[in-house]
């Protein structure tokens, strides 16, 4: 158990949706982390955010957004749902700031767009 | 345009044998190397991790070797247990900037009594 939370586990759409999926990180950690694992790629970095504010990017699209706040859950919100968007969501939390720099991933939302 | 790259898809070791899993980098700017094991359903564990000041860590049956030049590094598990099943991904980051981290596709392998 990495101590990282994620609900829900498992998330059945229609294409046109919007759903919520939520992290609650490691106690202690800043930074929460969101990837995306689809079958051809493999996990992709979507955004970070640190102490509730964004630090870095990805490839997430104009569709998805994401929030950390103050009590450091974050969630990321994913809008007119397509059917590429069926894909495993992970989030990771670290300290955020210098080492140790591992991050620890949670057990991932499952998300089917039909 | 790929930056981690693992080359095999998959890998078959006998149980107490060696497994060595590899990784190839092409951005120099990655200043930290890390190992993730993942079962399925699960989300990534971490395992192991390198600095670019170091070229060698070890922890217990696992270890990593970087070597910079080449720009690859590798895993070690010695001896192998029937529990390394599993898919192994390669991550690097560059902590003086975006502290994102970047994966290889993973390496499936799979431990034989």
């Known amino acids: 158990d990495s101590g990282v939370t994620q609900t829900p586990k498992h998330l059945i759409t229609a294409t046109g949706q919007r759903v919520t999926l939520r992290c609650s990180p490691r106690?202690?950690?800043?930074?929460v982390y969101w990837y995306q694992q689809s079958l051809d790629q493999g996990l992709q970095f979507l955004i970070q955010?640190?102490?509730?504010?964004?630090?870095a990017k990805g490839n997430i699209l104009e569709r998805f957004s994401a929030q950390q706040f103050p009590d450091l859950h974050s969630e990321l919100n994913l809008s007119s749902l397509e059917l590429g968007d069926s894909a495993l969501y992970f989030c990771?939390?670290?300290?955020?700031?210098?080492?140790?720099?591992?991050?620890?991933f949670g057990p991932g939302t499952r998300l089917t767009v039909t | 345009d790929q930056q981690v790259k693992q080359n095999s898809p998959s890998l078959s070791v006998q149980e107490g044998r060696i497994s060595i899993l590899n990784c190839d980098y092409t951005?120099?700017?990655?200043?930290?190397f890390l190992w993730y094991k993942k079962y399925p359903a699960e989300g990534p564990t971490f395992l192991i991790s390198?600095?670019?000041?170091?070229d060698k860590n070890e922890d217990g049956r696992f270890t990593v070797f970087l070597n910079k030049s080449a720009k690859h590094l590798s895993l070690h598990i010695v001896p192998s247990q029937p529990g390394d099943s599993a898919v192994y991904f390669c991550?690097?980051?560059?902590?003086?900037?975006?502290?994102?981290?970047?994966f290889g596709q993973g390496t499936r392998l799979t431990i034989n009594p």
């Open positions: 990771a939390s670290s300290v955020g700031r210098g080492l140790p720099y591992e991050q620890y």
């Open positions: 106690s202690g950690d800043l930074s």
């Open positions: 955010y640190y102490n509730g504010e964004e630090r």
């Open positions: 951005n120099s700017m990655f200043d930290y």
């Open positions: 390198i600095s670019s000041i170091k």
């Open positions: 991550a690097a980051a560059n902590f003086q900037g975006a502290q994102k981290l970047v």
